[in-house]
């Protein structure tokens, strides 16, 4: 199986244009995955694509890190542990548990930003 999956790896790499082991700044691997830089930016964050650390603030990407994202995509694969994932409940009616955030449709609790900035620029009455 490990040969059949690094042969994909490597017919993906010829199709796109890129060698599996090289390393690529975030702007080239963004344009070798057809996506924006602040989405990879944003990926490398919530450890959704590998990188590795290239001098004091420098980051890199090796080319089959790319080359899986583009296989498996960037949701939990199935050979890397989960926090979701249990042993014991394998139904398929399960619900799954709500990403972290808020909820499509609710508001986060406190003044809203543009109330705050109402706030602040309002001319000062006169007493």
Do not use: H
């Not at 059949?4 to 060698?19: D, N, P, S, T």
């Not at 650390?53 to 050979?79: C, H, N, S």
């Amino acid at each position: 199986m490990p040969d059949e999956y690094q042969m994909l790896r490597e017919k993906v790499a010829l199709e796109y244009g890129f060698a599996l082991y090289r390393n690529y700044m975030p702007k080239q691997a963004a344009e070798i995955l057809k996506i924006d830089l602040s989405t990879i930016k944003r990926w490398t964050g919530k450890k959704r694509i590998l990188s590795k650390q290239f001098g004091a603030d420098g980051v890199r990407y090796m080319g089959i890190e790319l080359a899986d994202v583009i296989i498996k995509g960037t949701r939990p694969w199935d050979d890397t542990p989960s926090d979701n994932s249990s042993s014991d409940n394998t139904s398929s009616d399960s619900a799954k548990a709500p990403l972290p955030g808020i909820a499509a449709g609710a508001r986060e609790a406190g003044p809203s930003a543009s109330l705050s900035a109402r706030r602040i620029l309002r001319k000062p009455s006169s007493d």
